[in-house]
């Protein structure tokens, strides 16, 4: 089960888990890629969603003894397109489809994210369309994956246009049988 938020680069990128599982395990890692993968396909429509691990560097051998541990894994993954590593400066562009990395961190970049588009609207550059992605009213909420049906968790302070996007979300979700396609994923 993860937490993802979409369109935090280009049009489509999503960043998972972003605080359900604060410490994760390899194998957690490389299920969030395959359920962000999945995502991405079917209610982005991305064809051959890119994914990438969220590291400290490019280069495979690099990270803490749990990226280094969650690299292979994903290298060697045959449902997804992995990338490689990326950084943090990688998140806000577009050389990935969808960045896996531990809840924690996701919070903190979410969080991060958010108050982006704070300062930017204080300083009067809040209407570039770059910015409003990190508004939570235009994501409407969190998508839980990995769950049997649509599950989408709402900022504390949502309003009417987070709410109905939240729907759209949730509607995109079951006409793509999104649920049932990640069961499949995971028993086939």
């Given at each position: 089960i993860s937490?993802?938020?979409?369109?935090?680069?280009?049009?489509?990128?999503?960043?998972?888990?972003?605080?359900?599982?604060l410490d994760c395990k390899p194998e957690q890692l490389n299920q969030f890629a395959i359920l962000g993968s999945l995502y991405s396909q079917h209610v982005l429509n991305v064809e051959n969603p890119r994914v990438g691990l969220l590291n400290v560097g490019e280069e495979e051998g690099k990270g803490n003894a749990v990226l280094q541990s969650t690299y292979?894994?994903?290298?060697?993954?045959?449902?997804?397109?992995?990338?490689?590593?990326?950084?943090?400066?990688?998140?806000?562009?577009?050389?990935?489809?969808?960045?896996?990395?531990?809840?924690?961190?996701?919070n903190v970049i979410?969080?991060?994210?958010?108050?982006?588009?704070?300062?930017?609207v204080r300083r009067n550059v809040g209407d570039d369309e770059y910015f409003h992605r990190f508004h939570y009213e235009n994501y409407g909420g969190t998508p839980v994956l990995g769950v049997a049906k649509p599950v989408i968790?709402?900022?504390?302070?949502?309003?009417d246009?987070?709410?109905?996007?939240?729907?759209?979300t949730a509607t995109k979700m079951i006409e793509s049988d999104l649920c049932n396609k990640i069961k499949e994923s995971f028993t086939a």
């Open positions: 937490t993802v938020v979409p369109q935090l680069s280009g049009n489509t990128g999503l960043l998972l888990d972003v605080g359900m599982n292979p894994l994903l290298k060697e993954n045959s449902k997804i397109n992995f990338i490689g590593n990326v950084e943090g400066r990688d998140i806000f562009n577009d050389k990935v489809d969808v960045t896996v990395c531990d809840g924690y961190t996701g979410l969080k991060l994210a958010e108050t982006v588009y704070d300062i930017a968790i709402g900022h504390g302070i949502s309003n246009k987070a709410f109905m996007n939240m729907i759209v």
